[in-house]
C-alpha cells in the first residue's frame, strides 16, 4: 500500500465554521506533511511532524491548528478561516532520517465562503 | 536548500523524448536531487531521485553532471499524458526531525499530439 488517504476531497465552509481535514497513511512512515496550494502556484509547506511531534511550523497563523493522534494519521483543524485561506491542502508522508522519496495524497480542495 | 533554476514551460512531441533541465549551482555534496510532477489539480507525483550517478526506473532517466551543477530529467518517450508541471527539488541530508521537501516553480511541460 502506497497511498495517502486524504478526506474530504472538497470542503466548502464559512468563515465561522469549525471543520477538520483528515490523512492517512499505512506505510510505517514516521514523518507526515501539510502544505498548502493556491492556483498555479508550487505547494508551500506548511507544518512537518517526525514521531508524532510537530518539527516545523513554517509561521502558519493559528486558525490552522496541526495534530498527529498517531503514526498513521494526520489532521488539520481549520477555525475562523479567511476567503483567502481557499486552496488545495496536500498531504505526504515519508520515511525520516532517510533519503526515500515522500508520497502526497491527492488532496483537500478548500474553500471559505 | 540549495536553490534551483528551471524553464517555466516547455514543448515536446509526442512519442519524443522530453527533456527537462534543472540548475542547482549551490548544491552540496550530500544534498540529492528529486524530481516530482503534478498533474492538473493532482497530488504531486514522484518520479525519480539521485546523488551523483545517473539513475533511470520506469518513469524516466535522471542525469546529473559530474560538477552535480545540474540535472536533466528525461522522459524517453513522452504521451499527452505527461502533461504536467515538474518539479526540481534539492534536499539537505534527512534527520530524525522530518525533511523539508520545498518546491520551486516548476516547469510546465505540454506535451502535443
Known amino acids: 500500500d502506497t497511498e495517502v488517504t486524504q478526506t474530504p476531497k472538497h470542503l466548502v465552509m464559512g468563515m465561522t465554521n469549525k471543520k477538520s481535514l483528515k490523512c492517512e497513511q499505512h506505510?510505517?512512515?514516521?514523518?507526515m506533511y501539510w502544505y498548502k496550494q493556491k492556483a498555479k502556484k508550487p505547494p508551500e509547506l506548511m507544518f512537518v511532524y517526525s514521531y508524532e511531534k510537530l518539527s516545523i511550523n513554517e509561521s502558519v497563523p493559528s486558525r490552522f491548528s496541526p495534530e498527529c493522534p498517531n503514526s498513521s494519521l494526520l489532521n488539520l483543524h481549520l477555525h475562523a478561516l479567511q476567503p483567502e485561506d481557499s486552496a488545495l491542502y496536500l498531504c505526504a508522508s515519508s520515511f525520516p532520517a532517510r533519503y526515500t522519496e515522500a508520497f502526497f495524497g491527492q488532496g483537500t480542495r478548500l474553500t471559505v465562503v | 536548500d540549495a536553490k534551483t533554476t528551471q524553464p517555466p514551460s516547455m514543448d515536446c512531441a509526442e512519442g519524443r523524448a522530453a527533456n527537462l533541465p534543472c540548475n542547482h549551482s549551490t548544491i552540496s555534496g550530500n544534498e540529492y536531487v528529486y524530481w516530482y510532477r503534478q498533474i492538473h489539480s493532482q497530488g504531486p507525483q514522484y518520479i525519480i531521485h539521485g546523488l551523483k550517478n545517473n539513475e533511470t526506473n520506469e518513469m524516466a532517466s535522471l542525469i546529473i553532471t559530474e560538477d552535480r551543477k545540474s540535472s536533466t530529467l528525461i522522459l524517453p518517450h513522452a504521451t499527452l499524458r505527461d502533461t504536467a508541471v515538474y518539479y526540481c527539488?534539492?534536499?539537505?541530508?534527512?534527520?530524525?526531525?522530518?525533511?523539508?521537501?520545498?518546491f520551486g516553480p516548476g516547469t510546465r511541460l505540454s506535451v502535443l499530439p
Open positions: 506505510m510505517g512512515h514516521r514523518a
Open positions: 527539488i534539492v534536499r539537505v541530508q534527512p534527520d530524525n526531525y522530518g525533511q523539508n521537501f520545498v
